[in-house]
């Protein structure tokens, strides 16, 4: 076989694939599919009942807290303080300012530390160290006072605070009085025919 009868061969191979080729880019051109519409009706999406929220655990209130509160525990507890707080008459400040004698005192009184913008403010509005004032700072510095240079992430155990503040209320030379409990169970008044039945016995605030 000679070259010019391979050469005509190769031309028809060729020109059958162009063809082949050049009817199928016709044939999807002409019958290019569509997509299908959506069948029926949509169903409305279910709606999500929202999570129960989690149960929170109940505080006793503050006063309750501070009479049944330890002074040893928190005194304790006032060691994990001390890396940034002085809590001796006459000390010198920490990292955060002295400690001695503040509760019941005005909000940054101590005029030889740099307190925060935030606390200034609360300051110059005329606000004190209360009880109420300690107790949510110590749980949430940041949250009770947005803008606070206390690092302190809070302690979250209500009993413990109360310990705290109770110790911290003793370091003065007149401690102020502790706030009194006007939240408690009279178990003198039970109505007639509600009393407990023999063998159960109300609880009692010690």
């Known amino acids: ?50 999570a129960p929220a989690a149960d929170v ?4 209130p503050l006063p ?16 994990a303080c001390s890396s940034c707080h002085n809590f001796v008459q006459g000390g010198p400040n920490g990292i955060g300012p002295n400690l001695w004698d503040v509760v019941m005192q005005e909000k940054g009184n101590n005029p ?18 209360d009880f109420e004032a300690l107790d949510g700072f110590i749980a949430a510095p940041r ?5 606070t240079s206390m690092a302190y992430a809070g302690l ?3 009993q413990e605070r109360a310990n705290l503040i109770l110790y ?16 408690q169970v009279d178990t003198e008044a039970a109505v007639e025919g509600d009393a407990a039945p023999e063998g ?6 010690q």
């Open 156 to 158: 979250r155990n209500a």
């Open 57 to 60: 655990p109940m505080e006793d």
């Open 112 to 129: 030889g530390f740099g307190y925060s913008s935030a606390l200034q403010e609360r300051a110059a509005a005329g606000e004190i160290w």
């Open 168 to 183: 911290m209320s003793s370091l003065s030379d007149n401690p102020p009085p502790l706030p009194e409990a006007t939240e």
């Open 64 to 79: 309750i807290r501070l009479a049944n509160a330890s002074l040893e525990r928190g005194e304790a507890a006032v060691r």
């Open 1 to 50: 076989m000679n070259s010019f009868e391979l050469n005509k061969i190769m031309g028809a191979v060729f020109g059958v694939l162009l063809v082949v080729v050049g009817l199928g880019v016709i044939a999807g051109m002409l019958f290019e599919p569509r997509p299908a519409g959506i069948a029926g009706y949509a169903l409305p999406e279910a709606e999500v009942a929202d």
């Open 200 to 205: 159960d016995t109300a609880p009692a605030v």
């Open 143 to 147: 949250q009770y006072m947005p803008g």
